[in-house]
Structures are given as structure tokens and as C-alpha cells.
């Protein structure tokens, strides 16, 4: 499952290594959901770990990631895996509408009208 979320980033930690072969790095985003804002903490693993090197605490990043969980001597854990960085900005919506970035689809006044004129006529049976 790949999702992204844009935020501050707040903090990010050192890269650990977990054990000879493997090493994992996290970091902390603020995300503001309207009304309270949201902490949410990332990993970071093997040859990406250097992919926040290039960011500073307090610059709107760009996040994409993937939802991991696992079960371990009947404990469940889930991880955030961040797989790309990138700079974004906390006012940009996560999908720009069609409409708005082509601005090749008609509007309501280039529509034709049944009585010749430029108002546009409701048709509709309800």
C-alpha cells in the first residue's frame, strides 16, 4: 500500500544499525489534519536511510510510504516506510483538480443555449 502526506519536518534521528546487515533511520513530520496537529513518525531503512540528509528540520517535506505490519511472539507492530523525500508544501492539496491545470474543459457559459442566448437553460425533468 503507497500513500503520501506532506508536513514539517520536525525531527530525525541518527541512523541505527539493528544488526551487521541491516540499518534503519526515523524521523518525525507534523502534519496538520484542520484541527489539531499530528506528529507522525517514519522509518527509514537500509540504502535510504541518507534520503533526509538533504532536509532540515522545519522544512515542508513531501513524504511517500508504505503501511508494513508484522507480528512478533503475539506483539503486532506497524511501520511507516518512507521510500522517497521530497520538498513540498503544507497549503498544497495532495491532487490538484484536472480542471485547473489543463483548463481545456468547457464552463457553463460556453455551453449552447435552446434559445440562442449566452444564459444556459435547465433541462432537467426533476
Known amino acids: 500500500m503507497s500513500f503520501e502526506i506532506v508536513g514539517k519536518l520536525h525531527k530525525k534521528f541518527d541512523t541505527e544499525n539493528k544488526t551487521a546487515s541491516f540499518q534503519a533511520r526515523e524521523f518525525v513530520i507534523e502534519a496538520d489534519d484542520g484541527r489539531y496537529p499530528q506528529m507522525v513518525k517514519f522509518q527509514l ?21 508504505n503501511l508494513r505490519g508484522r507480528e512478533w511472539q503475539g506483539k503486532y507492530f506497524t511501520n511507516l516506510n518512507a521510500w522517497r523525500i521530497e520538498y513540498g508544501t ?4 495532495a491532487a490538484a483538480p484536472v480542471a485547473a491545470a489543463g483548463g481545456d474543459f468547457p464552463t457553463l457559459d ?17
Not at 460556453?110 to 433541462?123: K, L, N, R, W, Y
Request: with cysteine.
Open 45 to 65: 531503512v537500509q540504502d535510504k536511510c541518507d534520503e533526509i540528509d538533504k532536509f532540515n528540520e522545519g522544512d515542508n517535506i513531501r513524504v511517500h510510504f
Open 110 to 126: 460556453d455551453a449552447p443555449s435552446s434559445t440562442g442566448g449566452s444564459s444556459v437553460e435547465d433541462d432537467l425533468p426533476f
Open 90 to 93: 503544507a497549503a498544497a492539496p
